[in-house]
């Protein structure tokens, strides 16, 4: 979350926040749900990553995407500002 100018730890944690609020049985209706996707079929351990709000998740999907977009830079970063 760099590009909002938040440090990922800091995100990752309130991210995390969410796990809390999910009961179990909300959770297994999700997966059941999500089973029936034919892009998920077999797959239970990816449906469960899918729908958690835990926070490593949420930092290597940051890392991710830094790897991936790595030309991007902080929209406020002065240093960077080209107008």
């Known amino acids: 979350m ?3 100018g938040v440090d990922d730890e800091v995100v990752a944690q ?3 926040f969410t796990e809390v609020g999910l009961t179990r049985e909300w959770k297994e209706s999700v997966i059941e749900h999500l089973m029936d996707n034919p892009a998920l079929k077999g ?3 990816g449906a469960w990553n899918m729908i958690s709000a835990k926070s490593i998740l ?3 999907l940051s890392i991710s ?3 991936t977009f790595q030309d991007c830079k902080y929209a406020g970063d002065s240093q ?3 107008r």
């Open 58 to 60: 949420f930092l290597r």
């Open 2 to 4: 760099s590009l909002c």
């Open 43 to 45: 797959n239970m351990e």
């Open 65 to 67: 995407v830094a790897n």
């Open 80 to 82: 960077n500002d080209t």
């Open 14 to 16: 309130e991210y995390s």
